[in-house]
């Protein structure tokens, strides 16, 4: 099986659309704060930085997406441990406070010698530097690299597995390409004012708001819904209220204001939208299949990690919806906790259903044996839902009729 041109563009476009997911994003303000500071005067050098970052992001997602194909491991679990994750948390708050001008970043001279000169030693740090972003940024892209995880297990080789992933990285990384290439060139415009040390304030403040997700994410995984709002309330009354950036100019101390109060009535909204009602899950137990299976009851099971952005919308948008409500009410509904892939308790259910990332729903009939062609991997809306349980329920039909 080889993939055509058209195949490859499609996943070239599919990973440029990854640049819209929430989870995705904030990794602007690491190119931002990585490439902000550098008084690159010539386009074609800050081209070829910013090439080597992008680099390097597309060498991590290509080796994670083969690794996890060819081990068949589950996608996103390589950050799940405590101390990644406080590390993540760490870099991301030394990252943030740069772009409030209180420091900026030099490679120690011992380091240069050793390395053999300053240009390649910032080469290679920009390199490295793509290298840890595909890393912390990979469990946020988990559904559609399940989907290409699948197509590289049918292409059964490794080397076409590598490009897939690679040419996906490439239209992620667009984005970064270009603003890595002209950030580092803002330091050179002409009269760039205030304003624009006002929008590197922004960027560090998502990146603080990033580095309080993964130390929640480590410590207290329970308050994550927390992060968000947090984020946007500080950060309104800051950016909008105590920050004195740009004060001098009455328009500019206007947009300010309006900006802040805009953060902060979208955190209001946030918690506003939280469902008061929604479906009713049970933890996951081999037994409760089993108990499933004699009382001749179908089964679906939700797989989900506190990490991971789409399972909190399915969450929030798809389970509370009350037709959804009403069409699982005939199922065993049950959850399983991903958050941690490599605990025993969660790699039976992954391994035993084969789940290859978050979220992944799948339906179960009467007698215990998966309803094919009904799995869904990532966000689903309500009425996508209920096209699939119609499905499930159309083929319940049918067995019974044989």
């Known amino acids: 099986?080889?993939?055509?041109?058209?195949?490859?563009?499609?996943?070239?476009?599919?990973?440029?659309?990854?640049?819209?997911?929430?989870?995705?994003?904030?990794?602007?303000?690491?190119t931002v704060a990585l490439f902000g500071g550098r008084n690159e005067k010539r386009l074609p050098v800050a081209f070829g930085k910013a090439f080597l970052y992008v680099a390097g992001m597309a060498s991590m997602y290509s080796f994670l997406g083969v690794f996890a194909a060819v081990t068949g491991s589950f996608f996103g679990a390589i950050i799940q441990n405590q101390w990644i994750l406080l590390a993540i948390s760490l870099l991301m708050f030394i990252l943030g406070l740069s772009m409030f001008g209180l420091y900026e970043f030099q490679v120690p001279s011992a380091a240069l010698n050793w390395i053999g000169g300053k240009r390649r030693a910032g080469n290679i740090?920009?390199?490295?530097?793509?290298?840890?972003?595909?890393?912390?940024?990979?469990?946020?892209?988990?559904?559609p690299i399940v989907a290409l995880l699948t197509l590289v297990g049918e292409l059964s080789n490794p080397l076409s597995g590598f490009l897939v992933f690679f040419v996906l990285a490439l239209?992620?990384?667009?984005?970064?390409?270009?603003?890595?290439?002209?950030?580092?060139?803002?330091?050179?415009?002409?009269?760039?004012?205030?304003?624009?040390?006002?929008?590197?304030?922004?960027?560090?403040?998502a990146l603080?708001?990033?580095?309080?997700?993964?130390?929640?994410?480590?410590?207290?995984?329970?308050?994550?819904?927390?992060v968000i709002p947090a984020t946007f309330v500080t950060g309104g009354v800051y950016l909008g209220f105590l920050d004195q950036t740009g004060n001098k100019t009455s328009v500019f101390k206007i947009i300010k204001r309006l900006?802040?109060?805009?953060?902060?009535?979208?955190?209001?909204?946030?918690?506003?939208?939280?469902?008061?009602?929604?479906?009713?899950?049970?933890?996951?137990?081999l037994e409760k299949i089993s108990s499933a299976k004699q009382a001749g009851k179908p089964v679906v099971i939700d797989f989900y990690a506190d990490w991971c952005i789409p399972c909190h919308e399915l969450e929030r948008y798809t389970y509370s919806n009350p037709q959804v409500i009403q069409a699982l009410e005939p199922f065993v509904r049950l959850k399983v906790d991903a958050t941690n892939p490599s605990t025993p308790k969660t790699m039976e259910p992954v391994e035993r259903f084969e789940v290859l990332g978050v979220p992944t729903v799948l339906f179960?009939?009467?007698k215990g044996r998966e309803v094919p062609?009904?799995?869904i991997t990532g966000y689903a809306s309500a009425a996508e839902f209920l096209k699939t349980i119609e499905l499930v329920q159309k083929t319940f039909k049918h067995e019974s009729s044989k």
């Open 1 to 30: 099986m080889e993939l055509s041109p058209i195949a490859f563009l499609g996943i070239f476009l599919s990973g440029l659309a990854l640049n819209l997911t929430p989870c995705v994003y904030p990794m602007f303000s690491v």
């Open 125 to 143: 740090g920009i390199f490295l530097s793509g290298l840890f972003v595909g890393i912390f940024a990979a469990p946020c892209i988990g559904p």
């Open 171 to 205: 239209g992620l990384g667009l984005p970064y390409l270009i603003l890595g290439t002209f950030s580092g060139l803002l330091t050179k415009l002409p009269k760039s004012g205030e304003w624009l040390v006002w929008i590197k304030k922004i960027f560090g403040v």
């Open 208 to 226: 603080l708001g990033l580095s309080l997700f993964y130390l929640v994410l480590s410590l207290y995984p329970d308050f994550l819904p927390l």
């Open 259 to 285: 900006v802040g109060i805009t953060a902060i009535l979208a955190a209001a909204l946030f918690f506003q939208s939280k469902p008061t009602v929604g479906v009713v899950w049970e933890p996951y137990t």
């Open 364 to 366: 179960l009939d009467p």
């Open 373 to 375: 062609k009904a799995r």
